[in-house]
């Protein structure tokens, strides 16, 4: 991989990885595109800008990351006990059902979820209208939701927030909420995946690493503010018809 497709790649990572859209489909599409075969170091690559995307969130939300907060981190780690749990006794089934197709469908039945969440959905009349206001039952409602993330192409953020609004969290607080509670799950991710993979880091080109790890920080942390105001502002549906667009595309292509 040099350093043209570290950047591509890094792009792709941190303006997907926490919109509703998926970031897997994303990468196969870009990998196939630009010619990149899956490789050990490919993987190693995807820890490192992972990694990177955890700091953006991280930075823009270093107010919530302290012991004041300590009733919200609360609920956040109870929420991801759910994924952890369930992912690591199901692991070996996900790898099975990894396969293009399946991202794709995936793509397509979660874009007319959230069609349909949006059309029923009245933010004002939700109760929990910031992050803090997140009681215990939404919080495992969120965590339960994330579940479903293991199934390839559903999105990680998207099965969070459309659980969030269904539990009776607005569009804000429950994409605030996804995006702290990315945080201990990709930090998990990617120190497992640190490990299983630390060899590819010898003799791995560095240099395409660290401009692939810079941009995937930039991208993520523009990205993730402008996702916020653009909340503020509009709904999910145009998400959700991007994603039924990209899913039959992606099986056009397949």
Avoid: C
């Amino acid at each position: 991989m040099d350093i043209v497709q570290a950047i591509i790649i890094g792009i792709i990572e941190g303006f997907t990885e926490f919109l509703p859209i998926s970031s897997t489909g994303h990468m196969i599409v870009a990998s196939e595109f630009l010619g990149i075969e899956k490789s050990a170091v490919m993987d190693a690559y995807m820890v490192i800008i992972q990694f990177a995307a955890i700091l953006a969130v991280m930075l823009l939300y270093r107010d919530k990351i302290n012991l004041n907060e300590i009733a919200l981190w609360q609920k956040i780690m109870a929420a991801f006990l759910p994924l952890a749990i369930i992912g690591f006794l199901l692991k070996d089934w996900v790898k099975e059902i990894f396969v293009p197709s399946t991202v794709a469908w995936m793509f397509i039945i979660g874009g007319i979820i959230f069609i349909i969440v949006e059309h029923f959905h009245k933010d004002e009349e939700k109760i929990a209208k910031e992050v803090e206001d997140v009681s215990w039952f939404q919080a495992m409602s969120i965590g339960f939701g994330q579940v479903l993330s293991l199934v390839p192409g559903t999105s990680r953020a998207g099965s969070t927030i459309i659980a969030g609004m269904l539990s009776g969290v607005n569009r804000k607080a429950s994409t605030e909420f996804s995006f702290l509670l990315a945080i201990p799950v990709m930090m998990a991710v990617s120190g497992y995946d640190l490990l299983k993979h630390y060899d590819e880091f010898v003799g791995a080109d560095l240099t395409a690493f660290m401009v692939g790890f810079v941009v995937a920080f930039v991208v993520a942390y523009i990205t993730i503010k402008l996702f916020i105001v653009f909340l503020q502002r509009f709904t999910f549906v145009a998400f959700g018809i991007y994603r039924i667009i990209f899913g039959i595309i992606l099986l056009m292509i397949l």
